[in-house]
């Protein structure tokens, strides 16, 4: 079990971004209510919840799971839900060169649900934005909009 949890340990998750084509389009591709799991890095108990992860391209696009792929790998390590966030982030920044993106987390943390304060069902939200937004049409608060479609 705690191979499964910790095989992204050393990898790096723009390297799970392998499948990039050209493309002219530059409208936000956004992937929403991707499940995660992860270690938290100080009390060695789980953490889980879904990510939301939107890109403006610059001339390249990703296979759509390649994302998710990012996401899977650098949670599968020991980790904190703040440079996890980043980390996705800057995976999709290294993969395609965006123009922009964002990524949101929102995660139950075992080590405060079921010990410590013992608040179960709350949850941490953490964001990541990366590079410029030149649409005018939409700043970075437009962008993390994008995240919570339906």
Sequence with gaps: MYEWL?????LDPASAIDAVFKADNQDPVVLSNVTFYSLCEHHLLPFYGTA???YIPNGKISGISKLARALEVASRRLQVQERLTGQVADAIVSALNPHGVAVELQAEHMCMSMRGIQKPGSRVVTTAVRGRFENSDLSEDGLLALL???
Aim: no cysteine; proline share 0%; net charge positive.
């Design 52 to 54: 939301q992860v939107a």
């Design 148 to 150: 919570h479609r339906r």
């Design 6 to 10: 910790l095989s992204g340990t050393g």
